[in-house]
């Protein structure tokens, strides 16, 4: 081994060594900020446990039945005119919920993490020397783009197996037939007037295009198949930020901070929950599982909001662990709401063949999705 080489295997040596110090300490950093207990948590204005606890129960049934509506409603309507997929209220109403879903992500879970990662109760660092709310945002929508994929890519390998399946099931049966016919044709060629020959082969020809429709509307498939994707990844963020707020609405014991919030996740849940029950629908479940999905999101809230008053008691918000969990959760559930929003309901629909084509709805829609937003970040003022 040469001199030079040598040395740059002290190079590497003394590098890998200083990262793992660097790791050692950050982690040592963290979980000393983990383990801080002196934080005391500040009296919540106007407190008032009872007043509080009917409030809770006034915002589960609200809640319960906003989300419920929301969800319910294009499910129910999908054999209307107006509530149809293709319809043009559907989809300028569908533009509006996704304006309140961006909002959320934006305005209220993004700013909700930052606020929790910059607490005074939390060390200088390492939680405000880097901005972990935007890191966490940012590798939330990347692992959800990444699921994303492989979703879609499984359920199309699975959508394609089963045609080829059926185009190959209807080919063998075709074939048998094409040979009967053309055996008997053979026997009976003397036999048989020129008219009815000519008619055979027609009739074949007619079977063999009654088989090439196995795999027609393809591309309706494969938007189903996006559909199907789209819903389920859509539910499983709703859900993770609908127990955030749910939990944070029932530890707090301030009439004041549950008032507005009744009325803020009320108009949320609905909203929300239409996009969900649209894609739902779009994705064509059947009964039984699209009932489960909704019952599903219409319960998740509801379910966080019981826990939280059930805890509420010994709970301390402003502990270090609490407001890093806090913080780290915000900040998933705004980089899933904010990559479904953008990318799964507002690009599809708006690059969608039905909207480019149609001008006025395009206009319709883009107005819908900037009240949406207009409308869920305003709610920010008071909750």
């Known amino acids: 081994m040469s001199l030079l080489e040598l040395v740059q295997d002290l190079d590497y040596l003394h590098l890998l060594n200083r990262f793992r110090e660097r790791v050692s300490s950050f982690y040592e950093s963290v979980s000393a900020s983990m383990a801080t207990t002196s934080c005391v948590a500040d009296i919540e204005d106007c407190r008032d446990d009872a007043a509080a606890l009917r409030l809770k129960i006034v915002a589960i049934v609200a809640i319960l039945v906003a989300g419920a509506a929301g969800v319910a409603l294009p499910l129910v309507g999908r054999n209307q005119q107006l509530l149809r997929g293709d319809s043009g209220l559907f989809l300028c109403v569908k533009a509006f919920s996704a304006g309140v879903i961006l909002s959320t992500g934006f305005v209220h879970m993004l700013d909700a993490a930052e606020d929790s990662l910059a607490n005074p109760c939390l060390p200088e660092s390492p939680w405000r020397l880097f901005p972990f709310a935007g890191f966490v945002a940012m590798a939330a929508s990347l692992a959800t783009l990444l699921v994303d994929l492989l979703a879609t890519q499984f359920y199309e390998r699975k959508h394609q197996a089963g045609a080829a399946q059926a185009v190959s099931s209807g080919s063998a049966t075709y074939d048998s037939e094409q040979g009967l016919a053309i055996g008997e044709a053979e026997e009976r060629r003397t036999e048989k007037d020129p008219i009815q020959i000519v008619g055979m082969h027609a009739h074949a020809a007619a079977h063999r295009q009654s088989h090439s429709h196995v795999c027609e509307d393809d591309s309706e498939a494969s938007s ?160």
Not at 298 to 305: E, K, L, R, S, V
Not at 320 to 335: C, K, Q, R, T, W
Not at 339 to 347: C, E, K, P
Not at 349 to 365: A, G, H, I, T
Request: hydrophobic share 55%.
């Open 224 to 383: 189903r198949v996006r559909h199907v994707v789209v819903s389920q990844i859509l539910e499983l963020g709703i859900v993770s930020h609908s127990v955030i707020i749910g939990l944070s609405l029932g530890v707090s014991q301030s009439p004041c901070t549950i008032r507005p919030l009744v009325v803020a996740l009320s108009f949320h849940q609905f909203f929300e929950g239409f996009a969900l029950g649209g894609c739902i629908s779009q994705a064509q479940f059947k009964s039984t599982a699209s009932a489960a999905m909704a019952c599903f999101f219409a319960m998740t809230t509801p379910a966080g909001i019981g826990v939280g008053a059930g805890v509420a008691s010994c709970y301390n918000a402003n502990s270090p662990p609490a407001l890093v969990a806090e913080g780290l959760l915000d900040s998933m559930s705004a980089g899933i709401l904010i990559y479904m929003a953008l990318v799964d309901l507002i690009a599809a629909d708006f690059l969608s063949r039905k909207m480019s084509c149609n001008v006025r709805l395009q206009v319709l829609s883009f107005v819908a999705l900037c009240l949406g937003a207009g409308a869920m970040s305003t709610l920010a003022i008071w909750a």
